[in-house]
């Protein structure tokens, strides 16, 4: 008899279909079947190194409703689980047009199982007094829904990177991993191979909480560097020593590999899948592993040959999500965050269907756009060394400072940030704009809003205020230091070009749409006191000055725009919640708490308004 290995998990949903995807013991027919006869869809399992999958698309579902659905392995009912109290999991269709609201969450790295095993102790059924990097944000939201069936609960959730450790494992995969290989021989207690990252899966995703959590709340998901590896495609350097490490090559195949079968097929459509070759070819071969291993190594062999980004409509909303890590150009004279093609397929979903064609743009990259400014300042600084502009010793130095102090931002690659400002620049002018443009990240350990001053100093749309300003988020806990610019027009950054010229560097767009940079970290993972402190100073006037100089130094072009923090720093575990009605939407940002006795909650931290009613279309506002 088949069994339910894991999952289900549910992944893409929109008015009248959605998918659902499993793990297996063993080869079976797989059939998701909704309460009522509204709806459902069967598949047969597919084979990769000898484990068992299908995803399944579930049709008939009305716009707009609700429903419970069971999941069936050769007729025998195996979810839910007949011992569990939760309430049943849902397929939730959006609602046809532009009706209602829609909420959507965010964070990235979450470490599943911390050290002396939290979370693997909970995935099994023991009690656990205290977790050492404090309660899981992800657990307790689904805690909270499941104990409040009417409360609100996210249209779809973000995982903006790292939601698998390939490079810190926990104790119990340490030891795990120990009964296959010599853990004192390369990698170590990292991930070695695809079976090892299935149970880094298995780790993540069968935790009890979480487990129901995903199997009810859609998700959409891109990986970030430790799905791989700390530090992923730093640059041409790192990649070659990398590339000389004996054990490097079944690691990076792997990660493909698994990252395409647990993570990525999930985030396409229905029609998107019937149309991808490899799911085809995977779904028809009596075993897949050949052939997704070849794909593997073609993506890895050419960053331009797979596209990991993808795009979702919501209504009048569109989520483009954007691969930050697989598709970099690292040569040292075109270094580029994204390919070339790449980056022309993501300035084609931001412009199709003309002006007017949505009320919201949000833009996913598992790495801010807009870092502490001292910080952005630095990678600045560091890529124009590298790049040889202090000469070859410089260079050299300045190579070994970026592979280990992780300066590998979107400001590490000044051109890919000049482009991407021009293109949220761009989608946020004209007789059309959105009400708001946001760029939703994480990466970082901690969370903040960041908002950009355009030369020709607009005003911020419609009066609207600014999370973390008086009279818009209420703060708890971190709140911001003595001196820190907290509203557009405070104290200018390193980078505010506002001489001749500065606007045709930006695009020559002055944007009428709110754009933000809302960064949400860590969902689950430790927050140093250190950390807390570099931040801290990143975003600080001294953080600001000593930025300046460093950029100086480099003889380093300025970005043509300033930011300021608007919200935030926050630290601990947390997750991000943006609310959109129509033209309007609002930002709430939950952290994890936990008392001494052993209980634990999500508290809200901050909740402010991001766009208005009075936030009207605007006319083009384009500096000569």
Partial sequence: MAGLLLGPLLRYVDEHSATVWIETSRPCDAEVVCDGGSGGGAARTWQVAGHHYALITVIGLEPGTSTPYRVRLDGQEVWPPPEDTRPP????????????????????????????GGAAARAAGRAVRHDPVGPDALDLLATRLAGEPDAERPDVLLLLGDQVYADETSPAMRQWIATRRDLKEPPGSQVADFEEYTRLYYESWLDPSV????????????FDDHDVIDD?????????????????QERILAGFMSYWVYQHLGNLSPTALAADPLFTQVRTAADGTDLVREFAARAD??????????????GRTRLLMVDTRAGRVLEESRRAMVDPDEWAWVRDQVTAGGPGAYDHLLIGTSLPWLLPPAIHD??????????????RRWARIAESLRQAGDLEHWAAFPSSFDAFTELVAEAGSGRSAPATVCV?????HHAYVAEPRWPGGAERPGGAESPGEPGGAQQAGDTSQPGD???????RQAGDAQGPGSAQRAGGFVPQARILQLTCSPVHNSVPASMKLGFRFGWSRAGRWVGRALARHARAAEPAIGWDRTGG??????????????????????????ESDGRTWLEQAAESEVSGPGQERAHPTRRP
């Fill in 89 to 116: 999991s849902t397929i939730t269709t959006l609602p046809a047009g532009a009706d209602g609201p829609l909420r959507i969450s965010f964070g990235s790295c979450r470490w599943a199982a911390p050290p002396h």
């Fill in 211 to 222: 487990r129901w959590l995903l199997s009810t709340v859609p998700s959409c998901a891109v």
């Fill in 232 to 248: 992923w495609n730093t640059s041409a350097a790192w990649r070659e020593k990398m590339q000389a490490a004996p054990w490097w």
């Fill in 301 to 314: 062999a050419d960053p331009g040959h797979t596209r990991w980004s993808y795009r979702r409509d919501f």
């Fill in 378 to 391: 630095a990678e600045r600084w560091n890529a124009a060394l590298c790049a040889g502009e202090r000469g």
């Fill in 440 to 444: 939703l990240s994480g990466d970082v």
């Fill in 485 to 491: 610019a907290q509203q557009a027009g405070g104290v």
């Fill in 569 to 594: 720093p926050w630290f601990g575990n947390q997750l991000m919640t943006l609310t959109i009605r129509g033209r309007t939407s609002s930002l709430r940002l939950e952290q994890a708490r936990q």
